[in-house]
């Protein structure tokens, strides 16, 4: 199908954040454009995540309320309260319900000042009514489902989670989008943004054609640059990697160790999801190269081979369980470890939605609910406000 000259919202990129805005702009009654390089959504860093719908920021709370003071430390972890109320509303409505799982989350602790830390949050996280505890191993232990190692001395405790099946989960908000009313292109590779003088209109450039729009929503994550050139210095792209075993009889909640730097979780069919370990690796990782039209940078055979070694010293009872399944994706990070979500700086119509850190499921209904209110001229006072992109301009 050709392109259409004109959309009154050109969205960029099918990834959770751009299927999420289109769905949320159909059904206010809008049409937007969705215009994604590949053959279909979720094959960005979207179908390549561990589902994890968690609540609150990068940060943990204590250390984000140090961070950002009070109240926008509570802006954000309120703003992950009202992504999970949205993500079990929309999936309920849009026939969703089998890509999401209810869940618990548990951050260990093997060192006095993560416990320390942690237990500083969950202090924090009761003091604003946000259900938390600090349990010591045994009763850690009672909660997850499964043994843990005896180096663990405790973890918080966090109920209220989700996980989704992240590639089912976003083709069928795409899906619901299109039923909606929004158009998707595939195969569309945005070259650049150039506004057209006075009226505040875009001209969006691409490989198949112009489409000329009032509102154009940068939703490429670690591809933003590409459009966006002034934000490369911003942007850090990041390679994640994740093994999946074959089922196991336990259950688990989402948990963390080493302030997130080895993670895990457990799919609807049973199988474990362990990922992380990024500190091992020369460099961290950070600043990999994912080649031109590659929707992942290179994928670590050694590194998915330590993390398949870790997992029984981790999860003692996985011992043996065999790994089916490992992949990598890439996250883009800033330098303050907080996304840039809002108006592009000084330019009418031109919005971004990008660079969640390795972190964009606990926002990714709220941002775009919110991001299609502002589009619609509305306050979008949801979205915390250190999360603009003016803040480096
Ligand atoms: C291994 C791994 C594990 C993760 N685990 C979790 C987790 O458990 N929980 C969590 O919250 N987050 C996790 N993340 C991070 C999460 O995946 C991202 O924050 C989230 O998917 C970002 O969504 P997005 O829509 O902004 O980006 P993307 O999904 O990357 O979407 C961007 C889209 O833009 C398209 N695109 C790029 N360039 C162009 C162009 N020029 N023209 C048109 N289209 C283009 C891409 O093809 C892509 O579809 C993980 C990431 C990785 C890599």
Redesign the pocket.
């Known amino acids: 199908m050709p392109l259409p000259a004109r959309a009154e919202v050109c969205v960029?990129?099918?990834?959770?954040?751009?299927s999420t805005v289109a769905y949320w702009l159909a059904r206010a009654g809008l049409r937007p454009l969705v215009?994604?390089?590949?053959t279909g959504?979720?094959?960005?860093?979207?179908?390549?995540?561990?589902?994890?719908?968690?609540q609150g920021g990068n940060a943990q709370h204590a250390l984000a309320v140090d961070r950002f003071g009070h109240d926008e430390a509570q802006a954000i972890y309120r703003a992950t309260l009202v992504n999970r109320d949205l993500l079990r509303e929309v999936t309920a409505r849009e026939g969703l319900d089998e890509t999401r799982a209810p869940t618990a989350k548990l951050d260990l602790a093997d060192s006095e000042d993560e416990a320390l830390e942690l237990k500083r949050t969950a202090e924090a996280l009761l003091a604003d009514g946000i259900e938390a505890e600090w349990l010591d191993l045994p009763e850690a232990r009672t909660v997850f489902g499964t043994d843990l190692p005896d180096t663990i001395l405790g973890g918080l405790y966090r109920p209220g989670q989700d996980m989704v099946h992240s590639v089912a989960y976003v083709r069928g908000i795409a899906t619901a989008a299109q039923r909606h009313g929004a158009d998707f292109s595939f195969g569309?590779?945005?070259?650049s943004v150039e506004p057209i003088s006075q009226n505040a209109r875009w001209r969006v450039v691409t490989d198949a054609g112009d489409v000329v729009a009032d509102h154009v929503v940068v939703?490429?994550?670690?591809?933003a640059p590409?459009?966006l050139p002034a934000i490369a210095p911003l942007i850090t792209p990041v390679r994640?990697?994740?093994v999946q075993t074959a089922p196991v009889p336990f259950r688990i909640p989402h948990w963390g160790l080493d302030r997130g730097l080895v993670y895990g979780?457990q799919n609807k069919d049973g199988s474990l999801l362990l990922?992380g370990l990024r500190n091992t690796v020369p460099g961290r990782d950070e600043h990999i190269a994912v080649p031109p039209g590659a929707?992942t940078p290179a994928f670590s055979t050694e590194l998915a081979e330590r993390l398949g070694r870790a997992l029984p010293a981790l999860l003692p009872d996985a011992t043996g369980v065999p790994i089916v399944r490992a992949w990598?994706?890439?996250?883009a990070f800033t330098p303050d470890r907080c996304p840039l979500v809002g108006a592009w700086p000084g330019s009418e119509g031109l919005w971004l939605?990008?660079a969640?850190n390795?972190?964009?499921?606990?926002y990714s209904q709220v941002v775009p609910e919110q991001m299609a209110e502002r589009i619609q001229g509305g306050q979008g006072s949801g979205i915390p406000a250190a999360f603009d992109p003016a803040r480096f301009f």
């Open positions: 960029l990129g099918a990834g959770v954040m751009g215009l994604e390089r590949n959504p979720a094959m960005g860093s979207s179908g390549r995540n561990a589902g994890r719908v968690i569309v590779n945005a070259v939703a490429l994550n670690a591809w590409t459009v994640g990697q994740l979780g990922g929707n990598s994706g890439v996250m939605m990008a969640f390795g972190h964009g499921m606990p």
